[in-house]
Structure formats: structure tokens, C-alpha cells
């Protein structure tokens, strides 16, 4: 059974491009939430979605936005790069959206703006 | 939720039983402690969930006190593959239940 799967590992862009990460959750996991995770920090709420809607969203300006596709699987997109978005951004799948308290982490992806 | 605030950094050493105490005074009625462990280049992983007095799994146990104004995860017999940034936070079971908030965590360093 896999885990919760990322794409790409590593990206390198360059400031004011924009990016597409990929994440496809956990088998029988219908919850997805995405964390940016800045070196030597904890993970960051950016933002969760459940049934191909945004439910919840953390502090992150209108740059961030997502998409959730009907088999669970889903996208972060960043607009306009800048050199403090460089960090490793996380998916996250929960069976359960009202219990999501147990996430299953992917990798990540390490996003390097220059 | 509430703010939980843990120790920067602990050593020990291999075998040793290791206890990490977490504070969070504001803890509301409902909120939950949920510990994360987090390896170099890997996402976080659940390790154990409690609302109060002692939970135990295969992994870890938690203590928590009456009060719920703070908690220990406690760690048997640890291995060097333990070495790693361990997460102490609070959830509640409604409203904003997917947003999982982390601070800097607790770097565990276990010498041989």
C-alpha cells in the first residue's frame, strides 16, 4: 500500500516564476492538507481539502492557492516567487475529515527560489 | 488551539528511557495532545494521541495530569535511530480539525 506520494522531489526556480507541486494521498484517504516547512522550523498550515474544496487555509497570501482532483489527488500552486517561499512544502492525507488529527506525511518537495 | 511550548533540544543515551515534557496552560476542554516525530528529509509522523491520565502504544506513552496544563511523552529504552525533532500539539475535535499547528519541536539527540 502506498504511502503518501509527492512530485517533483526537488525544484529550483527563479524569483516571479510560478510552480506546481503534485500530491496524491494515501489509499482510502480523501483529506489532503499541504505545510510549508522552512529550515529549522516546525510545518506551516497553508491550507486543507476535502471533497474538491478548500475547508480550511492558514496565513498565506492569495499566492498560494490549490486544486483538489475527484480521485483525492491534489496541487499547490505558487504564484509570483520569492526568495522566502525556498523551503519544503509537505501533503498530508487524513481518512477521515473530521478527525484529521492523525495526517500521514509525504517526503516533500525541496522548492529553491534564486 | 492552544500554544504548547517544549524544550529546544535533549540528549541522552542509547537504552536510556528519555521524557519529553510539553506545556500548554490553555488548553481548552475539548483540545486533544497529539505528539509528531519528524526525521531529516522526511515528513512528520504521528506517534500518539491522549486527552488525559496515561496512553500507551507500541512506540511510546504519554502522561498527562489532571490538570492538562502540560504533558510527557516518554520514550523506553532509546536507539540511536530515535534521534530526530519530536512535536508537541494540541488539537480539538471540532472546527479546525485539519489544521495541525507545530512550533520548533524538541531535537532529541541519542549518543551511543
Known amino acids: 500500500d502506498a504511502g503518501v506520494t509527492q512530485s517533483p522531489t526537488h525544484l529550483i526556480k527563479t524569483r516571479g516564476q510560478q510552480v506546481t507541486l503534485r500530491c496524491s494521498p494515501k489509499?482510502?484517504?480523501?483529506?489532503v492538507s499541504w505545510y510549508q516547512q522552512a529550515l529549522g522550523q516546525g510545518p506551516q498550515f497553508i491550507f486543507q481539502?476535502?471533497?474538491?474544496?478548500?475547508?480550511q487555509r492558514g496565513n498565506f497570501p492569495d499566492r498560494f492557492s490549490g486544486h483538489q482532483f475527484p480521485n483525492y489527488s491534489s496541487e499547490l500552486n505558487v504564484n509570483a516567487l520569492l526568495l522566502g517561499d525556498s523551503a519544503l512544502y509537505l501533503c498530508?492525507?487524513?481518512?477521515?475529515?473530521?478527525?484529521?488529527?492523525?495526517?500521514?506525511f509525504g517526503p516533500g518537495t525541496r522548492l529553491t527560489v534564486t | 488551539l492552544a500554544k504548547t511550548t517544549q524544550p529546544i533540544s535533549m540528549d541522552s543515551y542509547e537504552g536510556q528511557e528519555v521524557n519529553i515534557t510539553c506545556s500548554h496552560n490553555n488548553i481548552a476542554t475539548n483540545d486533544y495532545i497529539t505528539w509528531y516525530q519528524q526525521f531529516p528529509s522526511q515528513g512528520p509522523r504521528f506517534i500518539i494521541q491522549g486527552y488525559k491520565t496515561k496512553v500507551t502504544n507500541e512506540v511510546a506513552s504519554l502522561f498527562i495530569p489532571a490538570d492538562r496544563k502540560s504533558s510527557t511523552l516518554s520514550l523506553p529504552r532509546v536507539s540511536l535511530s530515535d534521534t530526530a525533532v519530536y512535536y508537541c500539539?494540541?488539537?480539538?475535535?471540532?472546527?479546525?480539525?485539519?489544521?495541525?499547528?507545530f512550533g520548533q519541536g524538541t531535537t532529541l539527540q541519542v549518543k551511543p
Open positions: 481539502y476535502y471533497e474538491e474544496e478548500e475547508r
Open positions: 498530508a492525507s487524513s481518512p477521515n475529515y473530521l478527525t484529521s488529527y492523525e495526517q500521514y
Open positions: 489509499s482510502g484517504h480523501d483529506t
Open positions: 500539539l494540541s488539537w480539538t475535535p471540532s472546527g479546525n480539525t485539519g489544521k495541525l499547528i
